[in-house]
């Protein structure tokens, strides 16, 4: 597909993409928001994706949070949509949001933390499975310093990765942390030289290639969907999901290719067999 607000590209299994509005602190207007949801239903058609690189254009911001003027813009049309005689009205089935999006993908995302991630920047990484933070960069949730709060998940995701204690002094307070603070509280998972970011980025979604889609896809789901069970509830989860993951044939490759790259998981299939 041919997108405006952002870019696709995939090349040796991952996808690359990238918020591409420099000029507008990589902010997201209601046309970024959808073009994210249709890349990662792109992703999900194609079976080439195995990892997705998230990160922004430009060297300052990955995403500066909400466009609001645009929000503004759009909700003073569809109020004077709403009241003309005959107007066809917007429509307002609901459709996934693009926080779901990346959260639900088969596939792993990994955001690369360019530049300020900041309110719906900051909670786009927390929507990702992994985050790389460059050590120039800042995030935070600023919501509150202008009587809101965060909407994209960030009260409900925040406090599952960092804790309450962490997750309350970030939003209550409004103010931005440091990458080496982010790495301390455990909300990113590495934080890199600026210029080595998105190869640091490969050389993670490269492992992730090697391994078997079906189980990363399973692995995936499991995880974020046993934090909203009790342990015997997912306890239970686990071992249905694991059980149907894949098939005897599935399982077969991926066992191949390990006995194939390590000469220990050569010796325990072969003796199996």
Same mark, same amino acid.
């Given at each position: 597909? @041919?997108?405006?607000?952002?870019?696709?590209?995939? @090349?040796?299994? !991952?996808?690359?993409?990238?918020? +591409?509005?420099?000029?507008?602190?990589?902010? !997201?207007?209601?046309?970024?928001?959808?073009?994210?949801?249709?890349?990662?239903?792109e992703v999900e058609g194609d079976s080439e994706y195995r990892v997705v690189i998230l990160t922004g254009a430009g060297e300052r911001h990955f995403c500066g949070g909400a466009d609001l003027r645009d929000f503004a813009r759009r909700a003073s049309q569809s109020r004077n949509t709403d009241t003309q005689p005959g107007a066809n009205k917007p429509d307002r089935a609901a459709r996934r949001d693009m926080f779901s999006a990346l959260e639900e993908s088969?596939?792993?995302?990994?955001?690369?933390? +360019?530049?300020?991630?900041?309110?719906?920047? &900051?909670?786009?990484?927390?929507? &990702?499975?992994?985050?790389?933070?460059?050590?120039?960069?800042?995030?935070?949730?600023?919501? !509150?310093r202008f009587g809101a709060l965060p909407a994209g998940g960030g009260t409900q995701r925040l406090p599952r990765l960092v804790g309450p204690g962490v997750a309350k002094e970030m939003i209550l307070s409004g103010l931005p942390i440091t990458p080496q603070e982010a790495f301390r509280v455990g909300l990113v998972n590495r934080v890199v030289p600026a210029v080595e970011l998105i190869a640091q980025c490969e050389a993670i979604a490269r492992v992730y290639i090697d391994r078997a889609a079906y189980a990363l896809k399973t692995a995936k789901a499991l995880i974020n969907r046993g934090l909203e069970l009790p342990l015997k509830e997912g306890l239970a989860l686990e071992r249905r999901m694991i059980a149907e993951m894949a098939t005897p044939e599935e399982r077969r490759k991926a066992q191949e290719q390990a006995a194939a790259t390590q000469k220990t998981y050569a010796r325990i299939f072969n003796d199996r067999s």
């Open positions: 597909m @041919k997108y405006e607000t952002i870019t696709l590209e995939r @090349k040796d299994g !991952i996808g690359y993409l990238t918020l +591409n509005r420099p000029e507008r602190a990589n902010t !997201i207007s209601f046309q970024l928001a959808n073009e994210v949801v249709s890349a990662m239903d088969r596939v792993p995302v990994i955001a690369a933390i +360019n530049g300020a991630a900041m309110g719906g920047g &900051c909670e786009l990484a927390l929507a &990702c499975d992994l985050r790389v933070i460059a050590d120039t960069a800042t995030i935070g949730l600023p919501e !509150i």
